[in-house]
T-cell receptor, first 114, second 114 residues
Framework: DAGVIQSPRHEVTEMGQEVTLRCKPI?????LFWYRQTMMRGLELLIY????????DSGMPEDRFSAKMPNASFSTLKIQPSEPRDSAVYFC????????????FGNGTRLTVT | KNQVEQSPQSLIILEGKNCTLQ??????????LRWYKQDTGRGPVSLTI?????NTKSNGRYTATLDADTKQSSLHITASQLSDSASYIC?????????????FGRGTSLIVHP
């Protein structure tokens, strides 16, 4: 299995632009998580899905952030409009169940907003 | 609110030396605790899982301990290697409500010098 695949690996954009981050979870996994990592705050849970349905988006910082999971093999996290304070590494993770299963993380997308 | 606190925040040791990382949590009722290793530029990877009934578990040179009464865990690394340089993240899951979603600590950054 190729693991969780995220794209792009790096994204540099100007303030005000729309940014779309993409994630392909591991086949057969029914949970998908989006995290943001910064030096100051560590890993923060933004939103998670179960069987493609958003369960908890309370971690999404503002209405500028939105996430979708149109099918079991694809999810997107969109920021519109982007701001410099959105600069961080964004991780996607998937798991089969959640109680006793590890999260499998992608290698992240490093976002820089200038 | 569920919290996971790790110490120290950072640690520098010489190759071949041992070290111990600490984790305290408030997640209750408790389900399990995982230690993840995050190499630079990569997503976290699960090292070990501890459940309520387990006190010690080893994975090669990594040994995790759990004291569920005091809500503390440690990760001991024996005979450190340069490849152990990484961030080590303690992650705790609870039972019921939203507690089954893992709570992440902010990690300990370990640097192993030759």
């Amino acid at each position: 299995d190729a693991g969780v695949i995220q794209s792009p690996r790096h994204e540099v954009t100007e303030m005000g632009q729309e940014v779309t981050l993409r994630c392909k979870p591991i086949s057969g996994h029914d949970y998908l998580f989006w995290y943001r990592q910064t030096m100051m705050r560590g890993l923060e849970l933004l939103i998670y899905f179960n069987n493609n349905v958003p369960i908890d988006d309370s971690g999404m910082p503002e209405d500028r952030f939105s996430a979708k999971m149109p099918n079991a093999s694809f999810s997107t996290l969109k920021i519109q409009p982007s701001e410099p304070r959105d600069s961080a590494v964004y991780f996607c993770a998937s798991s089969k169940g959640v109680a006793n299963s590890p999260l499998h993380f992608g290698n992240g997308t490093r976002l820089t907003v200038t | 609110k569920n919290q996971v606190e790790q110490s120290p925040q950072s640690l520098i040791i010489l190759e071949g030396k041992n070290c111990t990382l600490q984790c305290n949590y408030t997640v209750s009722p408790f389900s399990n605790l995982r230690w993840y290793k995050q190499d630079t530029g990569r997503g976290p990877v699960s090292l070990t899982i501890m459940t309520f009934s387990e006190n010690t578990k080893s994975n090669g040179r990594y040994t995790a301990t759990l004291d569920a009464d005091t809500k503390q865990s440690s990760l001991h690394i024996t005979a450190s290697q340069l490849s152990d340089s990484a961030s080590y993240i303690c992650v705790v899951s609870g039972i019921g409500g939203g507690s089954y979603i893992p709570t992440f600590g902010r990690g300990t950054s370990l640097i192993v010098h030759p």
